[in-house]
C-alpha cells in the first residue's frame, strides 16, 4: 500500500464531503415559524441549493404553511421540490440568492425576488386564473417581461434597477398593457433615456409612477405620453437630466396629480420658481426627500431644491426654451431665449416631440447633486455658435471664486 501524504487525506476528506453535500441524505431543509406583521412566515435560513441537488425536501411545522421566506441562502435554481412541499403557497421572499430563473406558481399572491440575477420568468399562472397582486423584482437583469401581463390582478411591480429592461433606451408604457388593476409602477434607475406610450395604453388604476434616477431629457419626456394615465396621483422625475417641463399641460391632462417629484435635476432657479408656483395654484405638491443635500458647483438652493442660477443657465446651455406650456398659445417664460435643437444618446437623434429640445454637442459636464450628496456629472449642451466662449466664462468664473479664497 503507498502511504498517503496530509495533503492528499486532505484532498480525499474534501471529495468526500462533496460527495455527501450531494446526496439525497443531506438535502433535508426545515424552516421555522416566525410571527412577521399579522402573518406566520415559515424562514429557511442558510440553505445551499445547488444544480446536482435531486429530491430534495422542504419541511416545515406541522399545519397550513402559507408564507415562505428564504434568508442568508444561495439557490442556483428554483427548487420544485419547495412548491410539492407547500401547495398553498401565498407568498415567497427569496431576496439575494442568486436566483437566475424565477418561477411564479399557482395560488401565489405576493413575491419578492429582489437582488437576483434572474433574466427569465416562467408564469404557471392565466389571465383568468391570476392572483398575484404584488411583485418586487427589483435589482435583476430582466429584458423580457411580455408574459407577466397575464397577470391581471397585479397591484404593485417593482422593475427598479433592471439595466437591461430598456429597449434602444426606451421604455414603452404599451409593454404594460393588459396590467389594468396595476397601482403602483416603479421603474427607477433603469437607464432610460426615452419615455413612450404609443398607443395611449391608459392602465387605469395607476396611481404611482416613479421614473427617478435614469437619463430622461427634455427633448424625450412630451408629457402627453401620461395623458392616458388618468388616476395618475405621484409621479416622480427626480434626478434626471430636465431642464424643463410642460407642468401647464401635465396638470390639465393628469388631473388626479397630487404630487411630483423634481429634485436633482436641471432648471433654472426663475423656472423653477415658476413651475413650483403653477404646482402649488394647482394644489399639486413637490415634495423634497433630501432637503439637506449639498449643491455642487453652478447650482445653488432655493425652495430646498438645487438650481441652476440665470447667468449659468444661459452658460451652461444652448438657450433651451424656459418656457411652460398649456398647449393653447399661453406661455410662460423666465425671459431666456429659445431655439430648436435635438437630442442624440447612443447615436440615436430623436427631434423635439415636446416644447423643449437640447442643442447638438459638444457638451460640458455639470456636476448634479444626489440625494447623498455625492456629484453625478451630467452633460448639458451648449449652442453651437458660442460654446468655446461660454467655456472659457465658466472657467474665468470659476478662477475668480477660487481667487477669493
Sequence with gaps: MIPQT??????????????????DASSTFDCELEKRADENVCVFRNVMYTANITGATFKGPAGKIQHVAFEDSTLEQFPKELLTAFPDLRSLSVPSTNLSTLVIPTKLERLIASDNQISRIIVHQTRDSTTMQELML??????????????????????????D??????????RF??????RHLLLSD?????LENENDVSLPELELLDLSYNSLLTSSLNVKVLAPLKSLQIL???????NDLDVLQLTQNNGQLKQIYLEGNHFTCPLQRLILDHLAKVGVEAPVTNKQAQCLLGFEKQDDLCCMPQMAGMIGTSAPPKQVSDGQGNRMTDGTSTSTDSATVHGKERPSSGA????????VSVPKATDDGKSVATVVTLGNDSWLLSLLMLATATVAKLMLF
Design 6 to 23: 496530509s495533503g492528499q487525506r486532505v484532498s480525499v476528506l474534501l471529495v468526500l464531503l462533496m460527495f455527501l453535500a450531494s446526496t
Design 138 to 163: 427589483d435589482s435583476n437583469h430582466l429584458r423580457d417581461i411580455s408574459n407577466l401581463t397575464r397577470l391581471a390582478k397585479l397591484e404593485i411591480l417593482n422593475l427598479s434597477r433592471n439595466k
Design 165 to 174: 429592461l430598456p429597449l434602444d433606451g426606451t421604455i414603452e408604457l404599451g
Design 177 to 182: 398593457k393588459g396590467l389594468n388593476e396595476l
Design 190 to 194: 433603469v437607464g432610460a433615456y426615452y
Design 236 to 242: 416622480r422625475l427626480g434626478y434626471n437630466q430636465l
Design 356 to 363: 423643449v429640445t437640447t442643442a447638438s454637442p459638444p457638451a
